[in-house]
């Protein structure tokens, strides 16, 4: 059983910065993928970081990529998105996610590898 409790969401303005974590319980020994999805009302989950638990190898969304950094610290069991330069366009709710350990390097942006989802953190970015 995974447990997987995301907490650092807000309201912040455009172009500001906010720290998202995410504290992990259970899969702690594979190198499955730990992932940041977003949902915005309407529209469907979006991807938008992963990092592998153990190697570290990172994939971000194109729409994020300079901007947002995904990170994990294995002794703590938790994995962080740090999000920079923000805008309006990524104001949704950002979930957290344990991808199987099975999942292929090209697949960490499929959010069918990942089994599961933490309760999500509302971002909103104001102008």
């Known amino acids: 059983q995974v447990q997987l409790v995301e907490s650092g969401g807000g309201l912040v303005q455009a172009g500001g910065s906010l720290r998202l974590s995410c504290a992990a319980s259970g899969r702690t020994n594979s190198d499955h993928p730990m992932g940041w999805f977003r949902r915005v009302p309407g529209k469907e989950r979006e991807f938008v970081a992963s990092i592998r638990w153990r190697s570290g190898g990172t994939n971000y969304a194109n729409s994020v990529k300079g901007r947002f950094t995904i990170s994990r610290d294995n002794a703590k069991n938790a994995a962080y998105l740090q999000m920079n330069s923000l805008k309006l366009e990524d104001t949704a709710v950002y979930y957290c996610?344990?991808?199987?350990?099975?999942?292929?390097?090209?697949?960490?942006?499929?959010?069918?590898?990942?089994?599961?989802w933490g309760q999500g953190t509302q971002v909103t970015v104001s102008s």
């Open positions: 996610a344990a991808g199987l350990p099975s999942t292929p390097y090209g697949g960490s942006s499929d959010s069918r590898w990942y089994d599961y």
